[in-house]
């Protein structure tokens, strides 16, 4: 059932996860590419052309990926070597040529083109079917009806792309690293051949509707487009859903395009007892359910189309200070995300895509957020469906500033203004609503992100969701607009660079913990050491120069500076490369985990963060848990930490210890323990508390007193067990006497991307802690998909072990095995304590290699 656009009640729905199956559909994957310099145009499309000198690559890909893929370009990412990649080979046109055979002549053929950057003339056994003028913009889709063009056997298909100019609304990396020298040019996304008897089934889709917040009942409505491609016809539409089977006669035209609509009033069978809900991960499972849709005539197949979909329900709220939350059938759910990019040269594999949403799951995440780079296919999107990850997804603010999107900007409107922009943009959002709303894990869609659209261009949007999609929440932007949609109701304030960990407990201006942040973070974090030696030559490693700062953002963020002066100033100055890698990481788990555990404890005055960013797009120092090659950073498992589905933390504002629980349960009986140690590792106070809490909240459990005899830094050990006596959840803060001190005071850039430190906290005793040898054990197991490891560590010293990274490496090269898996990491080990931690890895990501398990502490030696 259709409904008209709002944005303030309650929205109910069921999404389609687009792995839709024609009766043929052919992939089209072996290409070959060339600059249109270098070639004569004619014949090109014709089997007569001689291809030979051609470079071989395989769709999708960009120009750029392909050469570098032949090994025309190598080791692109060591120190600068991209900035010195001629970027005149790629203003002009390239060509994209393959061939495929059609053994059937009476079947209807469709050429499909998912995604091209920037625009094409497109030429089919020497004549052409398309120009330039109509296949552009990244972000449209267009599919071709090829009968008159094709013949039996063999043919010819060569594209001719153009890349984006200034002005384009292209794909684009904005500040967070360079551009690619090609701009990203080619056929980025699939090509492919669908063929059937003459009835095209075009974006089934299937909504759903809750009655009065009860979720044992749902109604759902099924509607697609039948598109008549030969003469009249009278047939069957058939939909199987588990044991749902429904018939209905239909009478198609020659050329007739007719929206099929079914609903409970004329079939019952649509209306479901006790449905299988999808939920996130994190409160719940995500059930999908399949569908099969088939058309017939006289007992005859002449199309079949399958696909997966998921029941629930998304809908808003808003604080009483007018910040928008989110809920998932009818349940509050604190948002904990990250943003997420594509390689620099979107090309991303299944795996490596795979690897990446394993990694947020372990992360205890819920949601990504996709801006302007959604993917070469739909892989993401399924993967985040059966893995029960939300997805937040909407346009980039590439378009939003002048200097990228190259050509003059609205401030408040950015850079959408013709009219027709408007009408590109329009069709392109449209492509894209109706190529995604059958995920079940996209939950929001966002026409903005630093700008909102103007009113002429938000109406076209508020079109678009009425008629394809008006099932999710909508956001005008990231940031906080009022727009004819009413207010975002969410925020962009910063900061993107170093903050203390007091700071999101005591702000309450910017970026603190209330509202919905849309994206902030604390800025760089900066990799471990075998990261950084492969991507900084070795005569760069040290010190800091040029080179690193290539491997940052861009613009105010091309700079380790505000790093580097809160690590020289919290923990010594660094030594050496080793040193400054090492004590990176101590900073990056310190800065990220407050992050996370204030919007936690202030659910629901704040409804949710998104870290900025999940991941990179290619080996740097900036805005990412985990690294391009995979290499997680202290801050990922800062991350995981704090977002333990039960979990005690620090509040570094009012000095107190609050109880978290992310479940949908009550959790009853519960044990709290308390210890403060001072440097020396001598237990100053000791707390042991009963305690429970309620599902999906937090309470302040009880509040530090002053305590005598602190050094000048210290440790606080926070545990909670069940009631089996079982530790459930355990955290352990590194504190310092001498506070930080945030300067509010002095004049902010616009944008809030910083607020500057009057006084930094102290932790050089760190540099003082006596070593401690540690004994440790370690049992190896394998099954079917991994090399498992567990691994037992005794502390039977007087001395705390503090923060241990724990490795698993190639014996050989002593280089980590990535990626990882590891239960927790940079650990820390009180006097007399054993602990043990596991670790993972697939067996297909070993290549043959031996592993070991090594493990290196700031006060413990390099052990195996």
Same mark, same amino acid.
């Not at 059932?1 to 944005?7: E, V």
């Given at each position: 059932?259709?409904?008209?656009?709002?944005?303030?009640?309650?929205?109910?729905?069921?999404?389609?996860?687009?792995?839709?199956?024609?009766?043929?559909?052919?992939?089209?994957?072996?290409?070959?590419?060339?600059?249109?310099?270098?070639?004569?145009?004619?014949?090109?499309?014709?089997?007569?052309?001689?291809?030979?000198?051609?470079?071989?690559?395989?769709?999708?890909?960009?120009?750029?990926?392909?050469?570098?893929?032949?090994?025309?370009?190598?080791?692109?990412?060591?120190?600068?070597?991209?900035?010195?990649?001629?970027?005149?080979?790629?203003?002009?046109?390239?060509?994209?040529?393959?061939?495929?055979?059609?053994?059937?002549?009476?079947?209807?053929?469709?050429?499909?083109?998912?995604?091209?950057?920037?625009?094409?003339?497109?030429?089919?056994?020497?004549?052409?079917?398309?120009?330039?003028?109509?296949?552009?913009?990244?972000?449209?889709?267009?599919?071709?009806?090829?009968?008159?063009?094709?013949?039996?056997?063999?043919?010819?298909?060569?594209?001719?792309?153009?890349?984006?100019?200034?002005?384009?609304?292209?794909?684009?990396?904005?500040?967070?690293?360079?551009?690619?020298?090609?701009?990203?040019?080619?056929?980025? #996304?699939?090509?492919?051949?669908?063929?059937?008897?003459?009835?095209?089934?075009?974006?089934?889709?299937?909504?759903?509707?809750?009655?009065?917040?009860?979720?044992?009942?749902?109604?759902?409505?099924?509607?697609?487009?039948?598109?008549?491609?030969?003469?009249?016809?009278?047939?069957?539409?058939?939909?199987?859903?588990?044991?749902?089977?429904?018939?209905?006669?239909?009478?198609?035209?020659?050329?007739?395009?007719?929206?099929?609509?079914?609903?409970?009033?004329?079939?019952?069978?649509?209306?479901?007892?006790?449905?299988?809900?999808?939920?996130?991960?994190?409160?719940?499972?995500?059930?999908?359910?399949?569908?099969?849709?088939?058309?017939?005539?006289?007992?005859?197949?002449?199309?079949?189309?399958?696909?997966?979909?998921?029941?629930?329900?998304?809908?808003?709220?808003?604080?009483?200070?007018?910040?928008?939350?989110?809920?998932?059938?009818?349940?509050?759910?604190?948002?904990?995300?990250?943003?997420?990019?594509?390689?620099?040269?979107?090309?991303?594999?299944?795996?490596?895509?795979?690897?990446?949403?394993?990694?947020?799951?372990?992360?205890?995440?819920?949601?990504?957020?996709?801006?302007?780079?959604?993917?070469?296919?739909?892989?993401?999107?399924?993967?985040?469906?059966?893995?029960?990850?939300?997805?937040?997804?909407?346009?980039?603010?590439?378009?939003?500033?002048e200097n990228y999107l190259g050509k003059p900007v609205d401030e408040v409107y950015g850079?959408?203004?013709?009219?027709?922009?408007? =009408?590109?943009?329009?069709?392109?959002? #449209?492509?894209?609503?109706?190529?995604?709303?059958?995920?079940?894990?996209?939950?929001?869609?966002?026409?903005?992100?630093?700008?909102?659209?103007?009113?002429?261009?938000?109406?076209?949007?508020?079109?678009?969701?009425?008629?394809?999609?008006?099932?999710?929440?909508?956001?005008?932007?990231?940031?906080?607009?009022?727009?004819?949609?009413?207010?975002?109701?969410?925020k962009m304030r910063g900061p993107y660079a170093y903050v203390p960990p007091i700071y999101?407990?005591?702000?309450?201006?910017?970026?603190?913990?209330?509202?919905?942040?849309?994206?902030?973070?604390?800025?760089?974090?900066?990799?471990?050491?075998?990261?950084?030696?492969?991507?900084?030559?070795?005569?760069?490693?040290?010190?800091?120069?040029?080179?690193?700062?290539?491997?940052?953002? #861009?613009?105010?963020?091309?700079?380790?500076?505000?790093?580097?002066?809160?690590?020289?100033?919290?923990?010594?100055?660094?030594?050496?490369?080793?040193?400054?890698?090492?004590?990176?990481?101590?900073?990056?788990?310190?800065?990220?985990?407050?992050?996370?555990?204030?919007?936690?404890?202030?659910?629901?005055?704040?409804?949710?963060?998104?870290?900025?960013?999940?991941?990179?797009?290619?080996?740097?120092?900036?805005?990412?848990?985990?690294?391009?090659?995979?290499?997680?950073?202290?801050?990922?498992?800062?991350?995981?930490?704090?977002?333990?589905?039960?979990?005690?933390?620090?509040?570094?504002?009012?000095?107190?210890?609050?109880?978290?629980?992310?479940?949908?349960?009550?959790?009853?009986?519960?044990?709290?323990?308390?210890?403060?140690?001072?440097?020396?590792?001598?237990?100053?106070?000791?707390?042991?508390?009963?305690?429970?809490?309620?599902?999906?909240?937090?309470?302040?459990?009880?509040?530090?007193?002053?305590?005598?005899?602190?050094?000048?830094?210290?440790?606080?050990?926070?545990?909670?067990?069940?009631?089996?006596?079982?530790?459930?959840?355990?955290?352990?803060?590194?504190?310092?006497?001498? =506070?930080?001190? %945030?300067?509010?005071?002095?004049?902010?850039?616009?944008?809030?991307?910083?607020?500057?430190?009057?006084?930094?906290?102290?932790?050089?005793?760190?540099?003082? %802690?006596?070593?401690?040898?540690?004994?440790?054990?370690?049992?190896?197991?394998?099954?079917?998909?991994?090399?498992?490891? =567990?691994?037992?560590?005794?502390?039977?010293?007087?001395?705390?072990?503090?923060?241990? =990274?724990?490795?698993?490496?190639?014996?050989?090269?002593?280089?980590?095995?990535?990626?990882?898996?590891?239960?927790?990491?940079?650990?820390?080990?009180?006097?007399?304590?054993?602990?043990?931690?596991?670790?993972?890895?697939?067996?297909?990501? %070993?290549?043959?290699?031996e592993t070991e398990f090594i493990y290196n502490g700031w006060n413990t030696n390099i052990?195996?």
């Amino acid at each position: 059932m259709k409904r008209k656009i709002s944005f303030f009640i309650v929205i109910a729905f069921v999404t389609v996860a687009y792995s839709q199956k024609n009766i043929t559909s052919k992939v089209l994957k072996k290409w070959k590419i060339q600059s249109s310099i270098k070639i004569d145009e004619n014949k090109i499309s014709t089997s007569l052309y001689n291809d030979s000198s051609w470079i071989e690559t395989e769709v999708p890909s960009t120009v750029f990926n392909a050469l570098v893929k032949k090994g025309i370009y190598k080791d692109i990412y060591l120190g600068k070597n991209l900035d010195t990649i001629s970027k005149d080979l790629f203003k002009t046109s390239w060509w994209y040529r393959t061939t495929f055979d059609i053994d059937n002549l009476n079947l209807t053929h469709s050429l499909y083109l998912e995604g091209i950057n920037y625009s094409a003339n497109i030429w089919l056994n020497g004549k052409q079917i398309a120009s330039n003028k109509e296949i552009i913009n990244s972000f449209r889709q267009f599919k071709l009806q090829i009968n008159k063009y094709i013949k039996k056997g063999n043919n010819v298909l060569a594209i001719e792309v153009f890349p984006p100019n200034p002005g384009d609304f292209t794909i684009g990396f904005v500040d967070w690293n360079p551009e690619p020298p090609d701009n990203n040019m080619g056929i980025f #996304r699939r090509v492919s051949i669908i063929s059937h008897n003459g009835i095209g089934i075009e974006n089934p889709y299937v909504e759903s509707s809750f009655k009065d917040g009860d979720y044992d009942k749902v109604d759902l409505t099924f509607s697609t487009n039948l598109i008549n491609y030969k003469k009249n016809i009278d047939g069957i539409l058939k939909i199987e859903i588990g044991d749902i089977v429904i018939n209905k006669k239909v009478s198609l035209k020659k050329g007739e395009n007719k929206k099929i609509i079914l609903t409970v009033k004329d079939f019952e069978q649509l209306k479901i007892s006790n449905p299988k809900l999808w939920w996130p991960y994190t409160i719940g499972k995500p059930e999908l359910y399949n569908a099969k849709v088939e058309f017939l005539c006289r007992n005859k197949l002449i199309n079949k189309v399958t696909f997966d979909f998921g029941i629930r329900e998304v809908s808003d709220f808003f604080t009483k200070d007018g910040h928008r939350g989110f809920k998932i059938n009818g349940k509050k759910i604190s948002i904990r995300g990250g943003g997420w990019v594509d390689n620099i040269m979107l090309d991303d594999t299944e795996d490596y895509i795979q690897s990446q949403l394993d990694y947020v799951r372990d992360m205890n995440l819920n949601t990504i957020r996709l801006e302007g780079f959604w993917g070469k296919d739909h892989t993401i999107y399924e993967k985040c469906d059966k893995m029960g990850i939300l997805v937040m997804v909407g346009w980039s603010c590439q378009w939003e500033w002048e200097n990228y999107l190259g050509k003059p900007v609205d401030e408040v409107y950015g850079g959408i203004q013709s009219p027709e922009d408007i =009408e590109l943009m329009t069709t392109a959002w #449209r492509d894209q609503v109706v190529w995604l709303r059958n995920h079940p894990s996209i939950f929001t869609w966002m026409a903005g992100s630093d700008c909102k659209p103007l009113p002429e261009l938000e109406k076209e949007y508020f079109k678009i969701f009425n008629e394809y999609d008006s099932t999710r929440v909508y956001l005008s932007s990231a940031k906080e607009w009022n727009s004819l949609a009413g207010p975002s109701g969410v925020k962009m304030r910063g900061p993107y660079a170093y903050v203390p960990p007091i700071y999101w407990f005591n702000d309450t201006k910017y970026g603190g913990a209330f509202g919905f942040n849309t994206e902030t973070g604390p800025g760089a974090q900066v990799p471990p050491i075998e990261s950084i030696r492969k991507m900084i030559p070795e005569k760069d490693l040290w010190p800091i120069n040029d080179v690193w700062d290539y491997h940052c953002g #861009r613009n105010v963020f091309n700079t380790l500076d505000r790093f580097t002066e809160a690590l020289n100033k919290r923990y010594c100055k660094a030594k050496n490369v080793e040193d400054y890698a090492f004590k990176a990481q101590l900073l990056n788990y310190e800065l990220m985990r407050p992050m996370f555990e204030a919007f936690s404890a202030n659910r629901y005055d704040a409804t949710g963060v998104i870290q900025w960013m999940l991941n990179s797009a290619w080996p740097e120092m900036y805005w990412q848990l985990y690294d391009s090659y995979l290499m997680p950073n202290g801050a990922y498992y800062a991350t995981k930490k704090a977002g333990m589905p039960i979990h005690a933390l620090y509040n570094y504002n009012n000095e107190s210890i609050y109880l978290v629980n992310d479940k949908l349960e009550d959790a009853n009986e519960l044990k709290l323990e308390i210890k403060v140690l001072d440097i020396n590792s001598k237990i100053l106070f000791e707390k042991k508390l009963n305690t429970k809490i309620k599902a999906n909240s937090s309470i302040n459990v009880f509040k530090l007193q002053e305590i005598s005899n602190l050094t000048d830094t210290y440790f606080l050990s926070l545990k909670v067990l069940n009631n089996k006596d079982e530790e459930i959840d355990n955290n352990f803060y590194w504190l310092s006497k001498k =506070e930080d001190v %945030l300067d509010y005071e002095t004049k902010v850039p616009k944008w809030n991307y910083h607020t500057p430190s009057k006084q930094y906290s102290d932790f050089t005793q760190l540099e003082k %802690l006596q070593k401690v040898k540690l004994s440790h054990q370690v049992i190896k197991t394998e099954n079917e998909e991994f090399i498992n490891f =567990e691994v037992t560590l005794n502390n039977s010293s007087d001395k705390m072990a503090f923060f241990i =990274e724990l490795k698993i490496v190639d014996k050989e090269t002593g280089l980590s095995i990535l990626p990882v898996i590891w239960s927790d990491n940079y650990v820390s080990i009180l006097p007399g304590e054993i602990r043990t931690y596991k670790g993972k890895i697939k067996k297909n990501h %070993l290549n043959n290699k031996e592993t070991e398990f090594i493990y290196n502490g700031w006060n413990t030696n390099i052990n195996k």
